[in-house]
């Protein structure tokens, strides 16, 4: 597609419930990244695919998170047990593998509102 | 590990004002240095940036100068507008055990005044 893709844009879920957030990255882009945006707290690192690497999960706070990406393109973030603090937005980003600055294109993102 | 300081905002200017947000880093090795931003209502895009130290990133009226010496990659513009007004981040991609990852700082909060 033109740009990075994530679906929802806003989600509002009870404490406890599991969500899963869609990414769809740019199309031919090898690298996938998951973000959160918190107030007050800047971008921080979830996880990061490459290929058929294994990803680099090192960002993930806690065993709640997982990630998947199946086939090389669309990747979904998963929240079990959802907690008030996962309030956030996700950010999804992908770039060229070989893009020798590792330019990120980010999507929208989603707003997940954990009441 | 890798990391990235930047001023904390909010940064308030009138328009025409000269612009300063700095930027410092820790990183092994020679990291790529970024600035992206992110106006209301968008999501993040690209700025501008250096690969290596002594170069300088330049983009819509923007500069940062990638300064091994100081570990700094500071966004500088001569003259900012109303249109400038947005969340501006500093990052780096760092060679050490070949990870990826953008590391980003949390953020400086631009708002231009006419």
């Known amino acids: 597609g033109a740009g990075v893709s994530q679906s929802p844009s806003n989600k509002v879920t009870e404490k406890g419930k599991d969500v899963e957030l869609r990414c769809d990255p740019i199309?031919?882009?090898?690298?996938l990244y998951w973000y959160r945006q918190s107030l007050g707290q800047g971008l921080e690192f979830l996880i990061y695919f490459q290929g058929n690497s294994a990803p680099d999960k090192s960002g993930l706070p806690s065993d709640r998170f997982s990630a998947e990406r199946t086939g090389g393109s669309v990747s979904t973030l998963t929240i079990q047990r959802t907690q008030q603090e996962d309030s956030a937005v996700y950010l999804c980003?992908?770039?060229?593998?070989?893009?020798?600055?590792?330019?990120?294109?980010f999507g929208a993102g989603s707003r997940l509102t954990v009441l | 590990g890798d990391s990235v300081t930047q001023m904390e905002g909010p940064v308030t200017l009138s328009e025409e004002a000269f612009l300063t947000i700095n930027c410092t880093y820790t990183?092994?090795?020679?990291?790529?240095l970024f600035w992206y931003v992110q106006y209301p209502g968008e999501g993040l895009q690209l700025l501008l940036k250096a690969t290596k130290a002594d170069d300088k990133g330049s983009n819509k009226g923007f500069e940062a100068t990638y300064r091994k010496e100081t570990t700094s990659f500071h966004l500088e513009k001569g003259s900012v507008q109303v249109s400038d007004s947005a969340v501006y981040f500093c990052a780096l991609r760092g060679t050490q055990g070949g990870s990826e990852k953008l590391v980003f700082g949390k953020g400086t909060k631009l708002t231009v005044n006419p």
């Open positions: 199309s031919g882009h090898t690298a």
């Open positions: 990183a092994t090795g020679y990291p790529s």
């Open positions: 980003a992908s770039s060229q593998r070989n893009s020798g600055a590792n330019v990120l294109t």
